[in-house]
Each structure stands twice: as C-alpha cells, then as structure tokens.
C-alpha cells in the first residue's frame, strides 16, 4: 500500500492535483490519499467531499507530504515542502523542468525522486496522462471567452429589427491544442473564423472545424502539405510570402489569440508592434504565450495592457481560471501516470525507470539530475 | 433643413446617439450633424469617421446643442445642457421617464419639448425604433458571456484524452428579447440550457431556440399556453407548485440569468436568499435587473458580489459593454424616429402629435409634463 500526499498550491494557482473522482480512483488501486486541509477550496472541492471520497485530510501541507510516498503538486513547489519529504519518495507535478535550473537541482540535492509531467512523450498510450493538451484545451475555450467579454462587440451575426449586427472576425495563431479550442470556441460563438499554422498539414484540421486557413498556397505549400507533420522546414521567399499575407489579414482582424510555443525555448514573436498597430481600435488580442516571453512584441506578461485602442491580454494561467475542469483533467492525467507506476496486485511502487514515460519524465533521481537537457542547462547557466 | 447635436455622454456611459453610418443617413434626410469632439470614442467612432460620414465636429457640448433642431442623447442630461438648448427643440433620448419625476419636471420647464425613447409603442411599425429590444438583445449576450468567463469550468462538454468535460447548466429567468438572446447564446456555447417564463406562451418560443421550458404543466397551464400572450393570471395553487418546481430546478444549475422587468415598478424578485444558498459553491448569476432593484434577492447593485460561494453578477448597463453595437442599433433607432419627424421633401420637422410613436414617447411639450402616467408620479411623489 501507498500513501498519496497533496499540498496546498501557493496564491496563484488555484488549480490541484487531486479531486474528489480521483481519490476514488486512487485508493481503489489500495493507495491512502491524504489532502492539506482546504487545498481544493478553490476548484470549489471541499474537504468534506474528499473525505467522503475516501481521502484523509491532513492540518498542514507539512502532514500532508511527510509519510507520503507519492507527492502531487500542480506547480514547482518551494524547497521546504521537499525537506518534509522522505527521502526517495516521488514529487509529481508540472514542475517547469526549462525554468530555474539551479533551484530544480537543488530541489533534486534533496533526494526527492522529481517526474516534471510536461516532459510526457506524445506517444498514444501517454495520451491519457497528457498534461500539456488537458490544460492547452481549457487555455484555448478560455482564451477566446476572455476576448470575447472584452471586445466590445457581440462575436455572432444577429438580425434585429433595427439593422443587422454583423459576425466578428477571429484569427487564431497556432492550431494546437489550446489553438484549435480555440477555433472551435469561437465558431460556436458565431465568428468568422481564421487561423495559420507553420505546419501546412494543419490546414485539413482547421478546415475541418469550419474555420479557414490562411496561407500560401503555391507549389511548395502543396508539397509540405501532403508531407505533413513538423518535417519540412519552408524556404525564406515562402517565408516572407507567407508574412505580408499574414500581415494583410491581421490589420482586418477583430479578435486575435496567439498560441506558439516552442518547448525549453522563448515563445516566438508572431505579432509585431506595427501589426498591433494596423488593427483596429477596439480589436482584442489574447497573447497565449506571454509565460514564455510572449508572441506578441508589446503584450504584458500578466497584465492586461492597451497599445493604441487595441487590448493585449496577457493573462497568466487561463487554464487555472477554469480550475473545476483543468483540477478535474489535471488529476486524471496523474492517476493515469501513478497506474503505470504501481504493482496492481500489491499495490505497491514498482517504478520501471526504462519505461517510455517514466523515462521521459524523470529529471531527478537519488539526489541528482537525470534529465539530459536540464543538465545541460545547469552547466550552460 | 435641420440641424441636430449630440453632446458627450456622462462618464459612465460608452454609448453614443450617432454612428457614421446613421449620420450619413441624417445628412441624405437634409439634416446637418453636429457632434461634440470625441463623443463617439468609447465606441470606437472617431471624429474623423464622423467628418467623413459628413458630420461637423463641435468643440463642446454647448457649442452641439445650442443651435440645435434635435438633441440626441443616450441617457438623460444634466440640465445645463437643456439649458444650452433653444426653447422649442426636441431632446430625444433614454430619459428614465419612471426616474426621479423631478427631475424630470425641470427637465421640461427649460422649455425643451423632451421624448423618452423608452416609451415607444409596442406596434409593429415602431420595431424599427424599439430601444429596449435592440439594447436588450445584446445585454442578454453580454450576460452569458460574462457568466462564461466568471464561471470555473467550461460551457460546452468536451471529450478530451483525459476524460469528458461535461456541459454545463444554464437556466435562463425571463424569455423576454434579453432572455431569449441569452438562451441562444448559452447554447451556442454549448450549455444545457433551460428557462421559464410567467408567459405560458413563452414555451414555444423557448424550445424553438434548442432549450427546454420549465413550468407545471397542468390543465391550468396548458389551457394558458394555448390562449396565448399575457392575459392569463395564474391560480394561487399553481403559483405555489411552480415555486417549489423552480426551487427544485435552481439547486442544480450552473449559471442563472434573471431578465425579468416590469416598466414603471421595481423588478420582481425571482430568487430568494435561500435560492441562492442552495446552489453549488461556483456557481454564477447574473442580475439583469439589478438597475430596477434586482431579481436577486444578495445581489448588489453595480456590483460582482459573493454569498456563499456563489458569484452574483449585478453589473450596470450591459449594453454599454458592446457599445459599438449598442450606438450601432441605438443609431439606427434614434435615425427611423427622426424620419418620422420630417417632412420628406423640405426636409424641416414636420411633428404629428397625434402619430402614435410620437404621441406614445413625448413626455414633456413647450415647459410642461405630457405624459399622464408621469404627472401622477409627480403629483404622488
């Protein structure tokens, strides 16, 4: 049998990694969940509910952690919660495994065997312990809900008695995950909907959510299309093409989300200050990226800003600003991974460290860094 | 030819009586316009747009109105700006005709012939210049909107890797213009949405927008629904089953939204304190009456207010959160009014004061009250 520890997260995140469904889950699986008083309050999940889910609750997050063999954070959590750890025993969480390289080693000196949950392989048996798409969809529906109650315009078409309110126009950036919620968001609002990609085999999947997609469309194009995936790295006279098209369609814009991210580097800029700049006063931007550095050249990090009528939304943690559904998705993803971890017979800890996604995720074990990219990080820095 | 100002609003109003598009369908009428400098802006109209559109851009209010035919205003003014006026002018806007009767009694000694757009016949001919069901319309979408990005899950069920997000419930008080559009909104964005309505009749309407109607259907009910319209008051006994049923239906919504006006009184309430209480922690209510003295019982005028972890949302005027929709449909509201005012070929005012629409919203003529309704409130108040 094992013990499942939860801490409280810090101010700025309300989500958690455990709700009242998972705690079923878990000690079905014959584990003991014990949960810091008051953790869930903010995804609205109260300790009653956990406790008759099964759970116990513990008075502090140090009680909480302190026999724990399995630790569950959302965020990195600060060096004293490790210390009150046993030694060996497993912190999972979204543990930034790009940021602050020092303060992950000496998170690591610790002796607390750390699993970062974004370095999941995208493999399709990792799908269901995905934490980078669970919140990326949540991200993209709240992004375009947050645009759309501030742009000051309605986003669908209506007839009215007194003329025609006509459909707004939306561009999406990036058709991720959290970009194709978003696209979806907003067609189901009623918009006109766009959105681009640098991967042309994105197309299909855009049009197939009614939206259209913006790019051009030459020979080359049509190759990297059917060529599909990340595989094909396009000309620089594609590339500039490809530019004053975008730049033409933003200045017509209502309503823009920005979603690029490249993994363990800055977010790439997508939107320049001139091209804010071309865009109507009154038009709405959610910049998705502004954690990593942004893709949007005057967005700022956190703040909701305005630069020459345009709003730039920078907002910090949208999927915690639905923490019901992101806490709920969060914690299916780690009961999923905690599976694959576990002995089903015994119900104990059999971690097999060549597994893909107990490999994949592992950037610290017995004392040190595992993770090749973050090592090479902590020397580089 | 006349000539017809618009002063700035007040600081709590975005709206503006004049867009570019309805002051080029002014300046067809033979009317010149004349707009204080940077009137429009909160609705994203700029003197620029206004000059183009053929508009003269005045330097103040004063300077607007002074030699002016017609005023248009959004809400009532002070009365300096009656005062700035010619005696024998008309000021046509949304005058609050049940608000401080005093008020309005000054108002109308200034010598201003004063018409509360409010007031328009319900008559097919006037749809085109019905202001409570064009800015209703869109309060009823800014409503859910807001709902959405204040509620802590998402609208719409997902299926996602991790697991489904499920719909969530809306119920939707009132099936008046505001209601309705809110209900269409709910489910574009994917809710399970229902609603009710003291209108027997409103049930087909209801439905027709994908949402399920909540009443006791009894004899009593069904009888009402086929007669159709107002007329009907329901028996004691029914009320009372229908009370309990709402009861029943509140504890297990998600978001409410409450529309229910009645012109000239206070707005009634819909949900009592206890109502509140038995929903879930997380929940969202919007108050669209809450100007009126509110449908919600702990709900705080003009404010977003908590009981019991319940969010209740009492936000003033809406429609000024779309305000360049709002001024877009007010415009055109305001422009086929005015055509009613004109003589078509000289172009001069030419009023019937017998033409029910402008018989219907005159409340003051050369320095005194015409309205009967609001001279008994003088006299009563």
Same sequence: chains 1, 2.
Avoid at 10 to 29: A, F, M, Q, Y
Avoid at 111 to 130: K, Y
Avoid at 237 to 249: E, F, G, P, T, V
């Amino acid at each position: 049998m094992i013990t499942i520890g939860v801490p409280a997260e810090g101010k700025d995140e309300p989500r958690i990694g455990v709700t009242p469904e998972s705690v079923k889950r878990l000690t079905k699986n014959g584990a003991e969940v014990l949960i810091s008083s008051g953790a869930g309050l903010r995804s609205h999940f109260s300790d009653e509910q956990y406790k008759e889910a099964g759970a116990k609750i513990a008075k502090s997050d140090a009680e909480a952690v302190k026999a724990a063999d399995i630790v569950l954070t959302v965020r990195r959590p600060d060096i004293s919660l490790a210390k009150s750890m046993k030694k060996g025993a497993l912190l999972i969480g979204m543990l930034e495994p790009f940021g602050d390289p020092k303060g992950l080693d000496a998170l690591a000196k610790t002796g607390v065997n750390l699993f970062a949950m974004e370095l999941m392989p995208r493999i399709t048996r990792a799908q269901v312990m995905d934490v980078l798409s669970s919140q990326s969809n949540l991200a993209g529906y709240k992004a375009v809900v947050d645009a759309a109650a501030t742009f000051g315009r309605a986003l669908p078409m209506m007839m009215t008695a007194a003329g025609t309110v006509p459909a707004a126009k939306v561009f999406i950036m990036g058709a991720g995950v959290a970009g194709l919620q978003a696209i979806a968001t907003a067609r189901r609002l009623g918009a006109i909907v766009t959105a681009t990609d640098v991967r042309p085999a994105a197309k299909e999947q855009v049009e197939s959510l009614g939206a259209k997609f913006v790019a051009v469309e030459d020979d080359e194009f049509k190759e990297a299309e059917t060529a599909g995936g990340y595989a094909k790295e396009m000309s620089a006279a594609y590339k500039k093409k490809q530019a004053d098209l975008i730049s033409d369609h933003v200045k017509n814009q209502d309503i823009i989300v920005t979603t690029a991210l490249i993994p363990g580097r800055p977010a790439p800029v997508l939107l320049t200050k001139a091209q804010v700049e071309s865009m109507k006063p009154g038009s709405v931007i959610v910049d998705m990226a502004v954690e990593r550095g942004g893709n949007v050249e005057v967005a700022k990090p956190g703040e909701i800003a305005e630069h020459k009528g345009v709003t730039i939304m920078g907002k910090f943690n949208l999927p915690g600003e639905v923490p019901v559904n992101a806490s709920s998705l969060y914690a299916k993803n780690l009961v999923s991974f905690i599976e694959v971890m576990l002995d089903k017979e015994k119900g104990d800890l059999a971690l097999d460290w060549e597994d893909e996604v107990i490999k994949g995720t592992a950037i610290a074990k017995d004392g040190g860094i595992v993770n090749e990219m973050i090592a090479g990080n902590l020397k580089s820095g």
